[in-house]
T-cell receptor, first 113, second 109 residues
């Protein structure tokens, strides 16, 4: 079955550590996205990529980094520079152009302890 | 003011009731998306529409481009419809979506 796989589902991190969240899709989608969700807030865009080896900052990119070395993979690294990293992270993908449905992964819960 | 506003923020209904969730936006859009977020966090796309009306099972979505307003209706609601419903818009020429804060729906048996 085609879809988006995020891992891990739950992750605990000590302050000062970097962590990487995995996002893999087998939908042959061109565009991939990382969103952050906080309680009572709408999803906010961290980074997005429309093509391999290219990505753009979203609205809240500070303290995060990404790579897009393969079409199907878009990992997100939460660095120690992110001041408030505890949140729910969602990966999404779609075909390019605005008229296509967006697909989401199941999300990853990150807690800093 | 958020670019995408949803109402109500929370909604409780009895099984069988007709549900309406509203979404207003203040920007020009190329498409509007209705999404459903399960209690575990995963999100499913319900509808994507740029005009008129779409129906899937007990769900109906409408959009009025002139009034910049969309509604999601659920007929004969069921406890399994309990979820957070999110409205999002994609702006012409942009790959980015702008999301509303969501409407939490609880349907009691």
């Amino acid at each position: 079955d085609g879809g988006i796989t995020q891992s891990p589902k739950y992750l605990f991190r000590k302050e000062g550590q970097n962590v990487t969240l995995s996002c893999e899709q087998n939908l042959n989608h061109d565009a991939m996205y990382w969103y952050r969700q906080d309680p009572g807030q709408g999803l906010r865009l961290i980074y997005y990529s429309q093509i391999v080896n290219d990505f753009q900052k979203g609205d809240i990119a500070e303290g995060y980094s990404v790579s897009r070395e393969k079409k199907e993979s878009f990992p997100l690294t939460v660095t120690s520079a992110q001041k408030n990293p505890t949140a729910f992270y969602l990966c999404a993908s779609k075909f390019r152009s605005s008229g296509n449905t967006i697909y989401f992964g199941e999300g990853s819960w990150l807690t800093v302890v | 003011k958020n670019e995408v506003e949803q109402s109500p923020q929370n909604l409780t209904a009895q099984e069988g009731e007709f549900i309406t969730i509203n979404c207003s936006y203040s920007v020009g859009i190329s498409a509007l998306h209705w999404l459903q977020q399960h209690p575990g966090g995963g999100i499913v796309s319900l509808f994507m529409l740029s005009s008129g009306k779409k129906k899937h099972g007990r769900l109906i979505a409408t959009i009025n481009i002139q009034e910049k307003h969309s509604s999601l209706h659920i007929t004969a609601s069921h406890p399994r419809d309990s979820a957070v419903y999110i409205c999002a818009v994609s702006q012409g020429g942009s790959e980015k979506l702008v999301f509303g804060k969501g409407t939490k729906l609880t349907v009691n048996p």
